[in-house]
């Protein structure tokens, strides 16, 4: 089967191209299934406004128009409603309600900030310091541990960071691929991040093949995730064949569809 469970929308203030269109690549590409996980909204306690993020305000919206393309192209192809979704400790009874109340067919982990994004560190950036890049491997296993999330997207985001690999960086990975194998998580191999090497000719950022040869060690399972911030990125299927031949070629254990929340 081939399904991607990674894709934004137009609400998080920073992907192009409306829903509708998500769905006409993917079924151009051959995709079978198609779940959208935009970044979810969050209820804060102070009045931050995220410029990353759908407001609560728009949730609604996403839900309705999920549910009316998913009835539209039922015979062409399946489509989920879910979410990517931080792990904000404080904020998790509030989210796990919601995702119930909303009846979302499930959430991935995009662990992107350090306690919430109302401070402004996100950990793309922080990790340089070791004392977040321990804090963001212990968001991600406090965040896995809840068993809300049905994979853990970019794993390997601290790459942001380091051109090249150390020591550090390989000892926090293996205790992150074994917790994730620990907790049955699988983990995303990310395409947005090389789709952005190739525009911008950087080499470092993820996916990150260091990273995946620990993964492979431990025998996670990993899934590819597109990341989709444009409809027309659904199309560019050689990165999706590129990453299928990386990830055989380090023998890991592929999987392509997730667990659901019902
Ligand atoms: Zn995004
Ligand atoms: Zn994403």
Known sequence: MKANYHTHTQRCMHAIGNDEEYVLSAIKAGFDELGFSDHSPWKYDTNFVSGMRMPLSQFDDYYESISHLKEKYADKISVKIGLECEYFEKYMPWLENFI??????????????????EHGIYYGRAV??????KAYVDDCIAGMKTGLYSYLAHPDLFMRCYDRWNDYLQSESYRLCKAAKELNVPLE?????????????????????????VAAEIGNDVIIGLDAHDNEDIEKEWYYEDAVRVLDDLGIHRIDTIRFLR
């Open 100 to 117: 119930q109340e909303k009846k979302l067919d499930y959430i991935i982990f995009g662990n992107h900030y350090y306690q919430s994004d």
């Open 128 to 133: 340089r310091q070791e004392r977040y890049m």
């Open 189 to 213: 191999y990310n395409l947005a991040g090389a789709l952005y090497n190739e525009c911008y000719g950087t080499k470092n950022g993820y996916p990150n093949i260091d990273f995946f040869k």
